[in-house]
DNA sequence: AGTAGCCTGTGGTCAGACCACAGGAGGATG
DNA sequence: CATCCTCCTGTGGTCTGACCACAGGCTACT
């Protein structure tokens, strides 16, 4: 008998929820068997199903509850940016990813966001306008600004109506959350950069809805490296 | 007593784990305490730490081995592909991304990379051309071609030197494989698109080399969305 | 009819017990 | 002295059983 299981009882847990998920047995909203069914369903332990579980749940996919109902146990979620968020910034952590590269990546997918907005007549920048009017608002800290910003450039990516991309810039913006604090610290006058960035968001979305996509690609990059240089995050060589 | 664990013991072993990685104290190639002592280290049941080492090997970030010696154990090894492979796909599978979006920013991710390589001079394609090289060979079966063409795009997303792009290349590709199988199921003429698939390829690297950004980006761009139209994947609209 | 309390099922956690495995330590053997 | 073999130790992998806190439904009492 050549144990058809293999070995690792977890991942046949992961592999017959991926399963579920894939021939559409069980989708968005759906609630999957307690614990102590799935345990004696696979024939494995309890402690098993709950490692596959627990390994679902960090990357976004499913939500645990406690208690009875049908709110409790464990729903399936599929909220990506959780997951991609956690993964880039581990990997930032354990330096599996260079800082240098994230940056890069950021500033390819945003090209690429504002070229698609831009060229969508459909485009709805209503919510951009919100956020931007917030950060008009005197007076904000440089992490109250920083989340502002994190806000504003993760809804324009949504915006673009690529859910791929928005979890991507969510996870990348993350991952050098820290970074970026720190680096704002090294700012001597907080103020003038904080009224440049303003500007510079203005002439994004300005350039945005004016329909110029060449302009807000060129406007997104000089936005993004300019800041992350003058933060000391990545080198000027660009 | 406010219980400063709050909840979630695995979680602690988590952010424990990702705090020594941030300051240095883990890296790369180091091996993580045995189970059994970061579970008295922690004060937390022994399940609770395993139920972290899994997140954390699932997402690419340890490896672990059973037995004894300075290979068993949990050891860092910061592999991202991995992970955002399990990502991705788990997502696509739970209809977290539609399947056009995850085309979509392939295109973008592809797109970049093309540019990237052929205003690089420094870019190395030995590689590159070797997988061209195979294949062309002659008799190869739909899923050994589409297994090559995946290395191929892989190889090139490695040359552009970003990781990121390159771990997200290879997640996005794993996480529409299956589909791709299958609309290689639904292309009459297989032969007829090999050899299409074949000539564009040798057209990007040529491009890619020659230094013509501008051409490679069209010519990659027109690479996969004809391909992932004929086969069915995607609507022609764009 | 309303309400208070119990009862059940859920995830969360821990403790302990095995197992298989890999490698080192130490003795037996040539 | 060198070599081989065996046992021992520590590792992850797994299972079992036992609690706990919690949320919600159910029931019995008022």
Redesign the pocket.
């Known amino acids: 008998m050549p144990e058809v299981t293999a ?5 046949t847990v992961l592999e017959s929820i991926e399963r579920d998920l894939v021939e559409g047995r069980l989708g968005p909203g759906d609630r ?6 799935l ?1 004696a369903d696979l ?6 199903v ?2 596959a ?1 627990r390994v679902l749940e960090v990357m976004g996919l499913i939500r ?11 729903i399936v979620i599929a909220a990506p940016s959780g997951g991609m968020s956690t993964l880039l910034r581990l990997q930032v952590a354990a330096q599996g990813f260079p800082l240098a590269d994230v940056v890069q990546t950021r500033l390819v997918l945003e090209d690429a966001v504002a070229a698609r907005l831009a060229s969508d007549p459909q485009r709805d920048l209503s919510g951009i306008r919100g956020i931007l009017t917030a950060m008009d608002a005197e007076g904000l800290t440089a992490p109250e600004f920083l989340a502002l910003d994190a806000e504003l450039h993760y809804a324009l990516a949504e915006a673009s109506g690529n859910t791929v991309i928005a979890a991507m810039m969510a996870g990348l913006r993350t991952a050098i959350e820290s970074y970026v604090r720190e680096g704002s610290a090294r700012i001597e006058d907080w103020e003038a950069m904080a009224s440049r960035l303003r500007a510079e968001h203005h002439g994004i979305v300005d350039a945005i809805e004016a329909g110029r996509a060449d302009t807000s690609r060129a406007l997104v990059r000089d936005h993004i490296t300019g800041y992350y240089t003058a933060a000391g995050l990545v080198p000027g060589d660009h």
């Open positions: 070995a690792r009882a977890w991942r999957l068997p307690s614990e102590r069914d345990s024939g494995v332990g309890r402690s098993s709950r490692e579980l645990t509850a406690t208690g009875s109902g049908p709110q409790a146990g464990a």
